[in-house]
């Protein structure tokens, strides 16, 4: 079923649903995975439902080889990303002595008291491996394919590190991108079509942008090609660079 | 199987799920959407690849009262947005003569020649009724309770202008928002718990923060109360700020 390696990510979350708080964890996850070879082909924002968490993680998983999730796994009431992994693989869930003892130990040195809330994040499931969080302490954790992590943008980064060599990755993916300048996409779209057909190795994506620099409205394309040839992609700056 | 009113988010576009681009049209269209009362409860993000916008779009258009798709109706060989909506829902779909005027009408101001490339943007499904785009002409579409808008940012703001009045949004949820600084979530999480217990009908969320400025730590937790009742949640915020 799994052909190409790829990867899922699922983002957990009312605060971006509802535009509260903008996500940067797709980007960081995506820039993260590139370099591993590992593309990811499809995320999904759900909100903080058990329901809707159980069947995300489990269609991305079924269809993904590596399946990335953050947010939920602090310690309030609306945390509850640890206990929907476990229902959505079958696991039971309760507080596992060794995420209690990450715990004590970093509170120990911050002189901070493990309080009962402060102990559901030592929640893992059966069987899941646990994540190392060099940010604040609580752990994340990996269960079957899916790495669940914190939310907050800098844990989320922290806990990649732990994350990397657990990852067999595919052939890296490659990418040159050329900005033009006072050019649309129509006046390009033909030739950039015939190039992408010439080349069907490659995929070449157009983005158009638009600036408006104190009443001086500019605008142009962003043509980009992504491949495996790192030499061959160099040979096409060129050329992307002549359709404008 | 429609109960409250809800919507679902479908971002298209392969420079999104490389992290090349920052999405910024989730967040966006979740503020534009509630003050009309419809809270967004699902987001996707899917490549430039007919089956996978086919699919989602199927899946997101039969769980939620209004589905938004940006991204992917340019003129350019990667823009297939336009023929997999018509895919998914039946539709056949051709050049059509109401767009086409648009554009010829858009263009002739401007002096532009319309290309072959140009008039890809006028192919609209059968019986999809048209979005105007305020900024560069080319239309948008309705199908079904999809609305299927271009991925520019701004363009994708001037579109939901025309959106706006066939929406039958339900009651607006309103939110406040109280900033605690030098608390961590571990600290409130016992008494949040206990506010969200005792207010079954206002939805609580937690949210930690960290900054560093030039070396100097600072962290804290931005706690959300969202309901109904205006009036009411105004009286959470004191109760919110003496958790810190």
Same mark, same amino acid.
């Given at each position: 079923?799994?052909?190409?390696?790829?990867?899922?990510?699922?983002?957990?979350?009312?605060?971006?649903?509802?535009?509260?708080?903008?996500?940067?964890?797709?980007?960081?996850?995506?820039?993260?995975?590139?370099?591993?070879?590992?593309?990811?082909?499809?995320?999904?924002?759900?909100?903080?439902?058990?329901?809707?968490?159980?069947?995300?993680?489990?269609?991305?998983?079924?269809?993904?080889?590596?399946?990335?999730?953050?947010?939920?796994?602090? *310690?309030?009431?609306?945390?509850?990303?640890?206990?929907? &992994? %476990?229902?959505?693989?079958?696991? !039971?869930?309760?507080?596992? =002595? @060794?995420?209690?003892?990450?715990?004590?130990?970093?509170?120990?040195?911050?002189?901070?008291?493990?309080?009962?809330?402060?102990?559901?994040?030592?929640?893992?499931?059966?069987?899941?491996?646990?994540?190392?969080?060099?940010?604040?302490?609580? *752990?994340?954790?990996?269960?079957?394919?899916?790495?669940? &992590? %914190?939310?907050?943008?800098?844990? !989320?980064?922290?806990?990649? =590190? @732990?994350?990397?060599?657990?990852?067999?990755?595919?052939?890296?993916?490659?990418?040159?991108?050329?900005?033009?300048?006072?050019?649309?996409?129509?006046?390009?779209?033909?030739?950039?079509?015939?190039?992408?057909?010439?080349?069907?190795?490659?995929?070449?994506?157009?983005?158009?942008?638009?600036?408006?620099?104190?009443?001086?409205?500019?605008?142009?394309?962003?043509?980009?090609?992504?491949?495996?040839?790192?030499?061959?992609?160099?040979?096409?700056?060129?050329?992307?660079?002549?359709?404008?």
């Amino acid at each position: 079923m799994k052909g190409n390696i790829s990867a899922g990510v699922l983002l957990i979350g009312d605060e971006i649903l509802s535009g509260r708080t903008q996500d940067a964890n797709l980007k960081q996850i995506a820039e993260f995975l590139q370099p591993l070879g590992v593309p990811v082909k499809e995320a999904r924002t759900v909100p903080d439902e058990q329901e809707a968490i159980v069947d995300a993680v489990r269609a991305l998983s079924a269809a993904h080889d590596y399946v990335f999730t953050t947010g939920g796994i602090g *310690p309030t009431h609306d945390d509850i990303t640890a206990d929907a &992994m %476990a229902a959505a693989f079958g696991r !039971t869930i309760d507080v596992r =002595e @060794d995420a209690r003892a990450i715990l004590e130990d970093w509170y120990a040195r911050s002189g901070t008291q493990i309080t009962e809330a402060r102990l559901r994040m030592a929640r893992i499931p059966d069987g899941a491996s646990l994540i190392a969080n060099p940010v604040t302490g609580a *752990p994340g954790f990996q269960i079957e394919n899916v790495f669940v &992590m %914190a939310g907050v943008p800098k844990i !989320t980064r922290g806990m990649l =590190e @732990d994350v990397a060599h657990r990852i067999e990755g595919g052939p890296v993916t490659h990418t040159v991108s050329v900005r033009l300048e006072d050019v649309r996409e129509g006046d390009i779209a033909e030739s950039l079509g015939a190039l992408a057909q010439a080349h069907a190795e490659v995929s070449f994506g157009s983005y158009p942008w638009f600036e408006d620099n104190g009443g001086t409205l500019r605008r142009g394309v962003v043509l980009v090609a992504r491949g495996r040839d790192e030499a061959f992609l160099d040979t096409l700056r060129g050329q992307l660079a002549a359709l404008g």
